[in-house]
């Protein structure tokens, strides 16, 4: 490797930079066109229903296993530890809790990353590579209102939605493994959780972070995909980025909107 | 036809969403429809409130009747004010009623109990219970059986 004068150096290093801020307004510019920008295309609803059915409807059942296995692995953990203070009938406060507030949102989205977002940068990637996306606008056809937008919605919708579920499953399995296997008493496990968890400050909460989770990994896998190189080795390379991307943000923002939420103790 | 299929799966999946969330409000969160927001504000001054939280319980002969809505430092007396929303249905609290601050369990979360008194006349919204028994502070205790035992040790 030939060696670079520190000049040389620099240059790179500012180039990088300049790189980063660059995709960061592309990005945006992208998003707000695709969301905001005039031109309607005609049958907006339909192409909408088209990718929640891919996004949403078939993400739910990595998202039901998941939950399932999640709350009864919380379950079997939390009666482990509190059976040691006597309080078995916590686990049920615990496991919702948990899910409610941390585990539902964040699982969710990451799996949303993997299982819909690499989808969506791959098919996006595809498209563009293939050229179908100029095609579309050379006829006419805004490709940010007839590709992207649907699928940017469709996103928004389809994972808190999917969040709900999966807390709701998670904690029929925590119930499942706590009443019926570990000998919780089934009213004290429901009173108990109902007495501690509250609407607004959980269920809410939990419902608001889903939201920019979605947002934003949705945000993350459909510019990359528009933002690919229109190679195969570039749309592999987009689909690994919107993974660790989204993967990132996800866990990034969690401790961002949890310190926000339930920080002032 | 295909497209038929597909849409009714996103009926589905939305509806699924939704019960989701109707489930953990109802179910899970033990959220009420109907909260009706019937009820009275009632004031008790502490000496010390030593881990009472908000939201914490308002109970009566064990039954919870109302919860705890704020906790702030009276600056007069030097005493915590504890703010209580008790339930409209028990509108007949004696004035010269006790609220103390008790320990569920050994290690439990704090509530407020509240011991019926003898007056004729019942706290009305807005009202203050006067007599009042402060938590249990354990490093208080210890410190009372120390000093016991030091005494002791004297006057031997």
Same mark, same amino acid.
Do not use: D, H
């Given at each position: 490797m030939r060696k670079q004068s520190p000049l040389e150096r620099l240059r790179l290093f500012g180039r990088a930079g300049i790189d980063v801020l660059a995709t960061l307004g592309r990005s945006c510019i992208f998003l707000v066109r695709a969301l905001f920008g005039r031109g309607t295309?005609?049958?907006?609803? *339909?192409?909408?229903?088209? *990718?929640?059915?891919?996004?949403?409807?078939?993400?739910?059942?990595?998202?039901?296993?998941?939950?399932?296995?999640?709350?009864?692995?919380?379950?079997? *953990?939390?009666?482990?530890?509190?059976?040691?203070?006597?309080?078995? *009938?916590?686990?049920?406060?615990?496991?919702?809790?948990?899910?409610?507030?941390?585990?539902?949102?964040?699982?969710?989205?990451?799996?949303?990353?993997?299982?819909?977002?690499?989808?969506l940068t791959a098919e996006i990637g595809n498209m563009k590579s293939t050229e179908q996306l100029s095609s579309l606008a050379m006829i006419g056809v805004d490709p940010l209102k007839y590709i992207v937008a649907p699928r940017l919605w469709a996103g928004f919708i389809s994972m808190p939605l999917l969040a709900m579920i999966f807390s709701v499953v998670g904690i029929w399995g925590g119930a499942m493994v706590a009443v019926e296997w570990l000998g919780v008493y089934e009213g004290s496990f429901w009173a108990n959780m109902q007495s501690s968890v509250s609407f607004r400050e959980d269920v809410l909460n939990g419902l608001i972070k889903s939201l920019v989770f979605a947002f934003v990994v949705t945000w993350i896998a459909v510019f990359q995909g528009y933002d690919c190189e229109p190679t195969s080795e570039g749309i592999s390379r987009a689909t690994t980025r919107t993974v660790v991307y989204a993967s990132l943000a996800v866990l990034g923002l969690d401790f961002i909107l949890t310190a926000l939420m339930f920080g002032d103790f | 036809m295909?497209?038929? +299929?597909?849409?009714?799966?996103?009926?589905?999946? =939305?509806?699924?969403? =939704?019960?989701?969330?109707?489930?953990?409000?109802?179910?899970?969160?033990?959220? +009420?429809?109907?909260t009706g927001e019937n009820t009275y504000r009632v004031y008790a001054h502490f000496d010390n409130i030593a881990g009472l939280t908000v939201r914490a319980k308002v109970t009566m002969a064990g039954v919870t009747i109302g919860k705890v809505t704020a906790i702030d430092l009276d600056r007069d007396s030097y005493t915590g004010r504890v703010t209580m929303e008790v339930d409209g249905d028990v509108n007949n609290l004696p004035i010269d009623s006790t609220a103390s601050i008790l320990t569920a369990g050994l290690l439990g979360e704090k509530y407020v109990g509240i011991s019926v008194g003898g007056d004729e006349e019942v706290l009305a919204d807005g009202g203050t219970i006067h007599d009042t028994q402060s938590s249990l502070v354990l490093e208080d205790l210890i410190g009372k059986f120390l000093l016991n035992s030091v005494n002791k040790d004297e006057t031997n």
């Open positions: 295309s005609g049958n907006a609803l *339909q192409l909408l229903v088209k *990718q929640l059915y891919s996004i949403g409807v078939m993400s739910l059942a990595i998202i039901v296993v998941s939950g399932v296995f999640i709350g009864m692995v919380l379950s079997l *953990q939390g009666f482990s530890i509190l059976a040691k203070y006597g309080s078995e *009938q916590a686990v049920g406060q615990m496991v919702a809790l948990t899910l409610l507030r941390e585990l539902g949102p964040v699982v969710t989205a990451l799996l949303f990353a993997g299982r819909a977002g690499s989808a | 295909q497209n038929r +299929t597909l849409e009714i799966g996103v009926g589905l999946f =939305l509806l699924a969403g =939704l019960l989701a969330l109707l489930l953990l409000a109802l179910r899970v969160s033990g959220l +009420t429809v109907v």
